[in-house]
Nanobody, 116 residues
Framework: QVHLVESGGGLVQAGGSLRLSCAAS????????SGWYRQAPGKQRELVAT???????NYADSVKGRFTISRDNAKNTVYLQMNSLKPDDTAVYYC??????????WGQGTQVTVSS
C-alpha cells in the first residue's frame, strides 16, 4: 500500500502562487505514475498534471504554462507549483499515485481558494 499526505493549500489572490506537496510512504517503490487532480464544487474531479516514473509529464490544457509538477525522489514527495493562479483554479486538490500493478491511491485533499 501507499499512503499519501498533501499539504500547501490555502487562500491566495488571483495572480499569486502556491506550491502543493504530496508525501508518499509505504510501498513507494511500486509507484509508476504520480499526479494531481482537482474537484471544484458541483464539478467532476479532473486531471491537473501527471508525472511518470520515467519523468514524462502531462498537463491539462487549462494549466499548461502556469503549473509545474515535479518530484524529489529522496523525499518521496511530489510537488505542484502553481503560478498565475485564477479564480477558476479554486478546488480541492488531490494527490494520486498509480502503481505498477495499476492500483490507485489518493490523498485526503487540500483546499485551494483563489480570490479575485
Amino acid at each position: 500500500q501507499v499512503h499519501l499526505v498533501e499539504s500547501g493549500g490555502g487562500l491566495v489572490q488571483a495572480g499569486g502562487s502556491l506550491r502543493l506537496s504530496c508525501a508518499a510512504s509505504g510501498s513507494t517503490f511500486r509507484i509508476a505514475t504520480s499526479g494531481w487532480y482537482r474537484q471544484a464544487p458541483g464539478k467532476q474531479r479532473e486531471l491537473v498534471a501527471t508525472l511518470s516514473r520515467g519523468g514524462s509529464t502531462n498537463y491539462a490544457d487549462s494549466v499548461k504554462g502556469r503549473f509545474t509538477i515535479s518530484r524529489d525522489n529522496a523525499k518521496n514527495t511530489v510537488y505542484l507549483q502553481m503560478n498565475s493562479l485564477k479564480p477558476d483554479d479554486t478546488a480541492v486538490y488531490y494527490c494520486n499515485v498509480e502503481t505498477l500493478s495499476s492500483e490507485n491511491y489518493w490523498g485526503q485533499g487540500t483546499q485551494v481558494t483563489v480570490s479575485s
